[in-house]
């Protein structure tokens, strides 16, 4: 590429005439007909070294970063990680200097991912200093496999968000090799890393894995007493992506959003809040489930959902709670209440009531009531005794009992996917 000439106030273009340029070169070739005075040469001497001392001072333009020198990976320093775990048992990573790590469940194969922002130094030594966003999570079972992926900034960029150079890479730790990698940059050449410095990182973030793991599915995570029992405030409050492997859905039959995950959360959390008010100290575990029989907006614009509502005990499973990884289901004790409910949520997302039928009453008007303009519905509530699933046009049928906790567990307290 040609380097262009900065115009400047004292450069002095040629004329586009070539009579011009002429003249002017013969009067180049022929010298001054004439010294100027010596005042003026003094002048033009103080210009020329007041002009070399603007171009001494121009800032030099930012030039791409380059790698740093290699690090000795043998003797870094070993680090140690100090894990404290937050809400839905996400596992924040301390103790690993200018980084910010955490790790997030969610309900993937693998369980989880790792998220670390600024200074990439902990896993990467050779990118210390530099501001850094990335992730890993597990590519396999048998948790051997791990995927990395790492943004750099690069200053010259200013599109608010750290890019400039991707990294990514997979690392075999059970053969101890790299399975693949890829390095881009925006702007010149990419930074990569040797094979020697992506095991590394991948080792390092692997322990930090597995570290947040166990936090996360130990019961010391949730015993806030710290009395080696879990009470019925101390178990998580259920969510629906907890279930979903195990849930049968059907779309409604309007062009609408019905938001059952934001439905069951706000049921759940009030369902389990109404028990602790009577056994605040019980160790039992309380896990509702619903299924949506139909659902319609009033005329205030709040979502009506009718639903039968499932409420499952099961006793006493916060007294060992060591055993609650492998526990076995068939042997837990257990009870179970059932009620047709109306969950009222407002255009807020927010639960505005819930109502459900009584026992051994006669709740032919409340069914009405509840079905709004749902009259098919609420006659076939009526007249029949019983709802045989198999029967049902649900809207979503979640899994019962022992199904339940199964996955209630397996989520919580061990590495299972439900």
């Known amino acids: 590429m040609k380097?262009?000439?900065?115009r400047t106030p004292f450069s002095t273009p040629l004329s586009s005439s070539a009579k011009e340029v002429e003249l002017r070169l013969?009067?180049?070739?022929?010298?001054?007909?004439?010294?100027?005075?010596?005042?003026?040469?003094?002048?033009?001497?103080?210009?020329c070294i007041f002009c070399g001392n603007l171009v001494s001072c121009q800032i030099k333009e930012s030039e791409p970063p380059t790698p740093d020198a290699s690090v000795d990976l043998s003797q870094m320093p070993d680090i140690s990680p100090i894990y404290t775990t937050g809400e839905n048992c996400d596992v924040l990573i301390e103790g690993l200097e200018g980084a910010y790590v955490e790790?997030?469940?969610?309900?993937?194969p693998s369980g989880g991912f790792l998220y670390f922002a600024h200074d990439p130094g902990f896993c990467c030594p050779n990118l210390a200093g530099r501001t850094a966003e990335g992730s890993a999570l597990w590519k396999d079972r048998e948790n051997q496999v791990i995927s990395v992926t790492i943004s750099?900034?690069?200053?010259?960029?200013?599109?608010g968000t750290i890019d400039g150079y991707y990294l990514h890479f997979v690392v075999d730790l059970g053969k101890e090799t790299v399975a693949e990698s890829a390095f881009e940059a925006e702007l010149d050449e990419a930074l990569e890393l040797s094979e020697e410095e992506m095991l590394y990182a991948g080792q390092v973030l692997a322990r930090l894995m597995e570290g947040?793991?166990?936090?996360a599915t130990a019961f010391t995570a949730f015993d806030s007493n710290g009395d080696g029992i879990l009470q019925i405030d101390e178990f998580p409050i259920p969510t629906l992506d907890i279930f979903l492997g195990s849930v049968t859905l059907r779309e409604p039959p309007v062009d609408s959003d019905i938001h059952y995950q934001n439905v069951y959360r706000a049921m759940a959390q009030k369902v389990v809040e109404d028990v602790i008010e009577l056994e605040p100290n019980d160790p039992m575990l309380v896990l509702p489930a619903m299924d949506v029989l139909g659902w319609y907006e009033d005329e205030n614009g709040n979502d009506n959902y009718v639903v039968i509502l499932r409420r499952y005990f099961y006793y006493d499973i916060g007294n060992d709670p060591e055993k609650l990884p492998d526990l076995d289901v068939t042997e837990v004790k257990s009870g179970a209440a059932e009620n047709l409910a109306l969950i009222t949520?407002?255009?807020?997302?927010?639960?505005?009531?819930?109502?459900?039928?009584?026992?051994?009453?006669?709740?032919?008007?409340?069914?009405?009531?509840?079905?709004?303009?749902?009259?098919?519905?609420?006659?076939?509530?009526?007249?029949?005794?019983?709802?045989?699933?198999?029967?049902?046009?649900?809207?979503l049928i979640m899994p019962q009992d022992k199904e339940l906790l199964t996955c209630y567990i397996n989520y919580f307290f061990s590495d299972k996917i439900c």
């Open 3 to 6: 380097n262009k000439m900065p």
């Open 212 to 215: 947040a793991e166990q936090c």
């Open 345 to 395: 949520m407002g255009r807020d997302g927010q639960l505005i009531e819930l109502q459900e039928t009584l026992d051994g009453a006669d709740n032919t008007e409340q069914i009405r009531d509840f079905c709004g303009p749902l009259d098919d519905l609420a006659q076939k509530l009526i007249e029949e005794e019983s709802f045989p699933i198999a029967e049902q046009p649900y809207f």
């Open 152 to 159: 750099i900034n690069d200053d010259r960029l200013e599109d």
């Open 26 to 47: 013969k009067n180049i070739f022929s010298g001054p007909k004439k010294r100027p005075p010596l005042p003026f040469l003094i002048l033009m001497f103080s210009v």
């Open 103 to 108: 790790w997030n469940r969610d309900n993937s």
